[in-house]
């Protein structure tokens, strides 16, 4: 009987280091790639299926002293902004901006603000007020009750 012998040769240094590098790479495009469709104001899991926040709905989120008449207050845990465009009115948006789904991080000025790409929407119904986003903000259901604000 003979044997055979096969040559079988290892891949290279270079090679493997050019595979895993390729592979990172897509890896990585694939978690940061974001889908150009505005349409959705919610981060994936932030929302149940009716829309109301998980958990978080009958839950206080602050005393209408703690929310300045011209302004607001984000609640990030919470996936809300609370604002009071007019003393006694008060109105509630999701805090993820329609752009690009970043979490705004300022009120100020009469808007909600966007540190991602400077959008900016209206304190009274969340409408767009600077562009790139092209959707306002999705409004959220609160209860005022008393000094009592709560996610409906």
């Known amino acids: 009987m003979t044997a055979s012998h096969e ?3 290892a891949p290279t240094r270079r090679t493997v ?31 149940a299926k009716d829309g109301a926040a998980k958990d978080g709905a009958g839950k206080e989120l602050a005393k209408t002293a703690d929310i ?19 003393k006694g009115e008060f109105k509630a948006f999701t805090n993820i901006c329609t752009h ?17 790409h400077g959008s900016k929407f209206s304190i009274e119904d969340g409408s767009v007020k600077h562009p ?7 409004a959220k259901e609160i209860t005022v009750s008393g000094e009592s604000i709560t996610l409906a």
């Not at 590098?21 to 940061?32: N, R």
């Not at 607001?72 to 009071?84: E, L, R, S």
């Not at 690009?100 to 991602?116: D, L, R, S, W, Y």
């Open 7 to 9: 040559s079988v040769s």
């Open 100 to 116: 690009k789904q970043c979490p705004v991080t300022a009120i100020e000025g009469g808007t909600i603000n966007c540190p991602c």
């Open 68 to 86: 300045p008449v011209g302004g607001g207050k984000i609640f990030g845990d919470a996936g809300v902004v609370v604002t009071q465009p007019k």
């Open 17 to 47: 280091v050019a595979a895993v590098g390729a592979a990172g790479i897509a890896a990585a495009l694939t978690a940061c790639g974001s889908s150009d469709d505005s349409t959705s104001s919610e981060p994936a899991g932030n929302t």
């Open 132 to 138: 790139p986003a092209a959707q306002p903000l999705a």
